[in-house]
Every structure is written in structure tokens, then in C-alpha cells.
């Protein structure tokens, strides 16, 4: 089992910024591909930006230009940088993971972090 603590979030005004971060237990290099979703009350959940363990890095859309995601695979960290961020960015945010075949495979949800952007 891989457990995944996700930190950060809560209010913030439009135009401001937040930093989310996830991390995961496990061997270092043991996790694969990073990723932060999330879910709009209402909405299905959806990608919001992915990351390899070689730094490869996908965004939807909506967020180009406006989040970053990054990692430390030594301490099997994500964390996603979120600036200029704007009402509809209001979601619960969720962590997922991918652990490496070698270290015994499987995908790993977080139980979800609250954003919300006030206007």
C-alpha cells in the first residue's frame, strides 16, 4: 500500500496563488507517474496536470500557463504550483500515483484537498 498525505489548499481570492503538495510513503524512486485531479461539485473529476518520475509533464487546458507541477523522487513528492488562480479553479483536489511495477505496481488515490477562489 502506498499512503498519500496531501497538504495545502483552503481560500484564496482571485488572482492568488496556492501551493498543494502530496506526499507519498514508499522506497525512493519507487513511484512512477504523478498527478493532481480534480472534481468540481457537480462535475466529474478530471486531470488537471501529470508528471513522470523523468520529469515529463502534461496540463490540461485549462491551467496552461497558470499551474506548474513538479517532484522530488527521493522523497517521493508532487506538488503543484497554482498562480493567477480564478473562480472555476474551485474543487477538491486529489493526488494520485502510480507505483513502479518493481516495487509492486498499483494506483494510489489521496483522500482530496478543498480549493477554493473566492471572486
Known amino acids: 500500500q502506498v499512503q498519500l498525505v496531501e497538504s495545502g489548499g483552503g481560500l484564496v481570492q482571485a488572482g492568488g496563488s496556492q501551493r498543494l503538495s502530496c506526499a507519498a510513503s514508499g522506497s525512493a524512486f519507487s513511484i512512477g507517474t504523478m498527478a493532481w485531479y480534480r472534481q468540481a461539485p457537480g462535475k466529474q473529476r478530471e486531470l488537471v496536470a501529470s508528471i513522470t518520475n523523468d520529469g515529463t509533464s502534461n496540463y490540461a487546458d485549462a491551467v496552461k500557463g497558470r499551474f506548474t507541477i513538479s517532484r522530488d523522487n527521493v522523497k517521493n513528492l508532487v506538488y503543484l504550483q497554482m498562480n493567477s488562480l480564478k473562480p472555476e479553479d474551485t474543487a477538491v483536489y486529489y493526488c494520485?500515483?502510480?507505483?513502479?511495477?518493481?516495487?509492486?505496481?498499483?494506483?494510489?488515490w489521496g483522500q482530496g484537498i478543498q480549493v477554493t477562489v473566492s471572486s
Open positions: 494520485h500515483v502510480e507505483r513502479r511495477l518493481g516495487y509492486g505496481g498499483g494506483d494510489y
